[in-house]
C-alpha cells in the first residue's frame, strides 16, 4: 500500500529582497507501508525542505502530496493530521524533538497517550530502543548525543506512526553509533508496519537500511530504483559520482574530479538539466533541455 505519494512537488523560500529560493523544484517519490526509502544527495539539494513539507512545516507553492490515500496539499500535513494520521520525524539534533526540561518518560508516554496505548510504558519504549527503563526519570541532558537519539526514536515510535520521517538522524552522532542507530530506526518502523523516509548524506548507512533510494540533485529527484540495483548499475551520472565519492574503507575514496565545485545555487539554477556544468558526459541537448524523469532524469537514457 502507498502510505505516501509526492508529485511534482515545488517548494519556494521566499525572504524579503533576496531572489526566491526554489529548493524543491519538481520532486517526486513514493513510500509503501512497511518499506523503506533512502533520500540522498548533498548539503543544498533541498532534502529538508521536501520532508518538512511533507510534515505541513514548509509551504507547497505547487504540487500534490498524498497521505493514506487522501491528498493533504497545498497544506501539507498540519499538526493535528499528523497526529491523527501518524507520521512522525526524528531530527538531526534531537534537542529539536525533546524538551530539555522534562524527564523523558514524561515525553515518551505523551506519545503513548496520543495512540491511546494503555498497555505500552515509557520504560518499554526505552527497553525497545536498546537503552535501560530506569533512564525514564531522567533529563535529555544527562544522556550522550547516541542516547538521546534513541530516545527521540522511542517518543516518536511511542506515537505508532505509520511514517517515521528521519532528516539527518545520525549526521551529529559518532560513527560507532550511527549504523546501530539507522538500523534500528528501520528495524522498530519496519517491524510495527510503519513506511521509513530516511535523508542522509552517508550512502554506506542507506544501502544498509533502505529497500529503495531516491537520488536528489538540486530540488529534483534524479534517479530512484532498488537499492541493491542502484549500487549495481547507477545511471544518472551523478548517482555515479556520488557513489564513487563514498569513503574508501582504508580512507583512500576521494571526491570523483566531475563532483568537484559547489551545488548551484537553486535561486538560479543552470539551464537544462541542473547536473549538466558537473557532468562528465554532458552533451548539447543537456545544456538547451531538461530531461523528464522516469525513473533516471538523465538525456544518456530517453530517446530524443
Ligand atoms: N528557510 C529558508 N529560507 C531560505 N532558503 C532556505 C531556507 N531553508 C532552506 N533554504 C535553502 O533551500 C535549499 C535547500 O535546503 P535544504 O535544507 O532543504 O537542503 P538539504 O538537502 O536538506 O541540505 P542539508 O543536508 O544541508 O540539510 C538550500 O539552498 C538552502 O539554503
Redesign the pocket.
Known amino acids: 500500500m502507498t502510505l505516501l505519494s509526492v508529485n511534482d512537488l515545488v517548494?519556494e523560500?521566499?525572504?524579503p529582497g533576496?531572489p526566491v529560493?526554489?529548493?524543491?523544484a519538481g520532486a517526486g517519490l513514493t513510500v509503501e507501508a512497511g518499506e523503506v526509502v533512502g533520500l540522498v544527495?548533498?548539503?543544498?539539494?533541498?532534502?529538508?525542505?521536501?520532508?518538512?513539507a511533507v510534515c505541513g512545516l514548509?509551504p507547497v507553492t505547487e504540487g500534490t502530496i498524498s497521505f493514506d490515500g487522501r491528498t493533504v496539499t497545498p497544506l501539507g500535513l498540519r499538526r493535528r493530521d499528523r497526529s491523527l494520521t501518524g507520521i512522525q520525524m526524528v531530527f538531526?539534533d534531537p534537542y529539536s524533538s525533546l524538551n530539555p526540561r522534562r524527564r523523558v518518560g514524561a515525553q515518551i508516554a505523551d506519545g503513548l497517550r496520543a495512540a491511546g496505548d494503555t498497555t505500552t510504558t515509557p520504560t518499554d519504549m526505552l527497553e525497545r530502543v536498546g537503552l535501560p527503563g530506569d533512564f525514564a526519570g531522567r533529563h535529555p541532558h544527562e544522556f550522550s548525543g547516541g542516547q538521546r537519539q534513541r530516545i527521540a526514536i522511542a517518543r516518536a515510535l511511542a506515537a505508532r506512526p505509520s511514517l517515521l520521517i528521519g532528516?539527518?538522524p545520525i549526521?551529529a552522532l559518532d560513527a560507532s553509533a550511527q549504523a546501530q542507530v539507522a538500523t534500528l530506526m528501520r528495524d522498530l518502523a519496519v517491524s510495527a508496519g510503519a513506511g521509513l523516509l530516511f535523508?542522509s548524506?552517508d550512502l554506506s548507512v542507506v544501502r544498509l537500511i533502505a529497500d529503495r533510494i531516491a537520488v536528489?540533485y538540486l530540488?529534483k529527484i534524479v534517479e530512484v530504483g532498488r537499492t541493491a540495483e542502484v549500487w549495481r548499475d547507477p545511471r544518472h551520472p551523478y548517482t555515479r559520482a556520488l557513489l564513487g565519492a563514498i569513503p574508501a574503507p582504508d580512507g583512500a575514496g576521494v571526491l570523483p574530479a566531475e563532483l568537484a565545485g559547489d551545488?548551484p545555487?537553486?535561486?538560479d539554477p543552470p539551464s537544462g538539466c541542473r547536473f549538466h556544468p558537473r557532468c562528465p558526459v554532458a552533451m548539447d541537448v543537456c545544456r538547451e533541455r531538461e530531461p523528464a524523469f522516469g525513473p533516471v532524469a538523465c538525456w544518456l537514457h530517453e530517446p530524443r
Open positions: 517548494v523560500h521566499r525572504t533576496r529560493v526554489r529548493a524543491v544527495g548533498e548539503s543544498g539539494c533541498g532534502k529538508s525542505t521536501l520532508a518538512r514548509a538531526q532528516d539527518e549526521s535523508i548524506h536528489m530540488g551545488v545555487d537553486p535561486a
